[in-house]
């Protein structure tokens, strides 16, 4: 069984030692390093290039501001953020930095692993309780200007589907939306491409 590691950003001590706890119980999870501000995060992910990062929005130095430069410095680190902040704002922000989630806290620790397995595994995942606003915000698309599969596209991507499943469940296999980096806004990837005219709110940063 191939470990999965884990490192954890949140400025609350006795929340990160709590999480830090409950994860390192599950057999196949090791947690490589605790941070408490952006700063301590950026140099996580440089040092110990964890499979998962979990970051909170609000602490020092701003922790959707360090997502571009966490992703810079471990491509292959899945940033999950585990926050307090229900806000459309914070979540749309997040996944335009390159957040591969968004969990939001009060989730029990079986909930957890199962959002850290699923942005190991390639898909994205959203608590249930953001989706709806996920989609209401529609990444500051304007849904009137959007055609009905660019709309189907992303509330996929709300409920967590892997970009083969989102290309399965749309029968997009040999076409020109089919791809093995459908992206959302802050990633590359030809889905953006397509979308980017279509993006009606200001950019971030």
């Known amino acids: 069984m191939t470990a999965i590691t884990i490192a954890i950003a949140d400025d609350h001590p006795l929340f990160r030692e709590g999480v830090s706890r409950s ?11 605790e941070g408490a501000s952006a700063d301590d995060a950026t140099t996580l992910a440089a040092s110990h290039r964890p499979d998962v990062l979990l970051l909170d929005v609000f602490m020092p130095g701003g922790g959707i501001d360090a997502i571009s430069e966490i992703v810079a410095r471990s491509p292959q680190t899945k940033v999950l953020m585990l926050t307090a902040s229900e806000e459309a704002e914070s979540l749309v922000a997040a996944l335009r930095r390159g957040a591969a989630g968004y969990v939001v806290k009060g989730v029990g620790s079986r909930g957890l692993a199962e959002a850290i397995r699923t942005v190991v595994g390639g898909s994205w995942f959203v608590s249930p309780s953001m989706r709806a606003r996920m989609v209401e915000k529609s990444l500051f698309v304007e849904r ?50 397509a979308l980017k005219g279509k993006l009606s709110g200001p950019p971030i940063g």
């Open 23 to 33: 994860l390192s119980e599950i057999d196949d999870f090791v947690v490589v390093g």
């Open 144 to 193: 009137t200007s959007m055609t009905r599969r660019e709309t189907e596209v992303i509330e996929l991507v709300a409920e967590g589907l892997s970009n083969k499943h989102i290309a399965r469940r749309l029968d997009l296999q040999g076409k020109r939306w089919a791809s093995p980096t459908l992206t959302l806004p802050g990633l590359d990837g030809p889905l953006y491409s």
